[in-house]
Nanobody, 119 residues
Framework: QVQLVESGGGLVQAGGSLRLSCATS????????LAWYRQAPGKQRELVAA???????NYADSVKGRFSISRDNAKNTVHLQMNSLKPEDTAVYYC?????????????WGQGTQVTVSS
């Protein structure tokens, strides 16, 4: 089992920056992938950025060049630095951890943090 707690959301003007953090606890050793997803009202949850155990990253096209995901294994934390924010970035942002145990993949979610970008 893995527990995730997000922080860092809030209200920001367009063009501003926010940094989201997600602290993981529990079976950290089994975490293979950490990711940020977001869900805007009336829309499906979508992948924003992901980072694997070796540090390789993947980004949604809509955030490439503006967002950066990083992982601090010593502190069991993953961050999402969001720059040049746009109103369309407004959503609830969720932290996700994927673990691999006994050949099976398990997915864990945080409670979500609201990001609102005003125009």
């Amino acid at each position: 089992q893995v527990q995730l707690v997000e922080s860092g959301g809030g209200l920001v003007q367009a063009g501003g920056s926010l940094r989201l953090s997600c602290a993981t606890s529990g079976d950290n050793f089994s975490i293979e992938m950490l990711a940020w997803y977001r869900q805007a009202p009336g829309k499906q949850r979508e992948l924003v950025a992901a980072i694997n155990r070796s540090g390789s990253t993947n980004y949604a096209d809509s955030v490439k060049g503006r967002f950066s995901i990083s992982r601090d294994n010593a502190k069991n934390t993953v961050h999402l630095q969001m720059n040049s924010l746009k109103p369309e970035d407004t959503a609830v942002y969720y932290c996700n951890a994927a673990t691999l145990k006994m050949g099976s993949i398990y997915s864990y979610w945080g409670q979500g943090t609201q990001v609102t970008v005003s125009s």
